[in-house]
């Protein structure tokens, strides 16, 4: 069974560095590609990084792009997002999931919910 | 950035129905677009792929079809696990986008 767990969110103070990490389980993690896409509760899906499977080839959306990175560790079956300078408009649930080629999101998390408040 | 304009943006219907969601895309995605269901709490989950693929597990009544710019996805008779948000997805540019998403309730 593949699996797809995320972890690190949680209540976060404006401005902090949180790391997001997603394991998986039950595939062949160094053959696919890997994405971070996020929804606030009640809206629609927002993807924001991609990363290709030997992890040389990474892609943003603007809204991130210098603030966020995103990283894998392929002998760990750990994909990351390092999360900086965050505000209340990052403040969404955050998923990861796969993909065996550049776009079809054919695996996904169960989601970590990421709220930036003071 | 490639703009999804998925329509309608709910609709209601009753079991045995058939359903049909368009997307429209701002700009020629070829055949790279993508349709998820999703339910509340719940990851999104791939059903048709490359505008027309079935993903693997995925009942029949669920299709696909379309290129270029517009895109169109269907269930041949709706089911009671059927009611949920569709959403449709490029990926032929980055930022990869999505459309608003469809929600599909009872009629």
């Known amino acids: 069974e593949v699996q797809l767990v995320e972890s690190g969110g949680g209540l976060v103070q404006p401005g902090e560095s949180p790391r997001l990490s997603c394991v998986v389980s039950?595939?062949?993690?160094?053959?696919?590609?890997m994405h971070w896409v996020r929804q606030v509760p009640g809206k629609g899906l927002v993807w924001i990084s991609r990363?290709?499977?030997?992890?040389?080839?990474?892609a943003y959306a603007d809204s991130v792009r210098g603030r966020f990175r995103i990283s894998r560790d392929n002998a760990k079956n750990t994909l990351y997002l390092h999360m900086n300078r965050l505000s209340s408009e990052d403040t969404a649930v955050y998923y990861c999931?796969?993909?065996?080629?550049?776009?079809?999101?054919?695996?996904w998390g169960q989601g970590t919910m990421v709220i930036v408040s003071s | 950035d490639i703009q999804m304009t998925q329509s309608p943006s709910s609709l209601s219907a009753s079991v045995g129905d058939r359903v049909t969601i368009t997307c429209q895309a701002s700009?020629?995605?070829?055949?790279?677009l993508n349709w998820y269901q999703q339910k509340p709490g719940k990851a999104p989950k791939l059903l048709i792929y490359d505008a027309s693929n079935l993903e693997v597990g995925v009942p029949s009544r669920f299709s696909g079809s379309g290129s270029g710019t517009h895109f169109t996805f269907t269930i041949s008779s709706l089911q009671p696990e059927d009611f949920a948000t569709y959403h449709c997805q490029q990926y032929d540019h980055v930022p990869l986008t999505f459309g608003r998403g469809t929600k599909v309730d009872v009629k």
């Open positions: 999931a796969s993909s065996p080629d550049p776009g079809s999101l054919g695996f």
């Open positions: 700009q020629d995605i070829k055949k790279y």
């Open positions: 039950g595939l062949a993690f160094k053959n696919y590609w």
């Open positions: 990363l290709n499977s030997d992890g040389t080839t990474t």
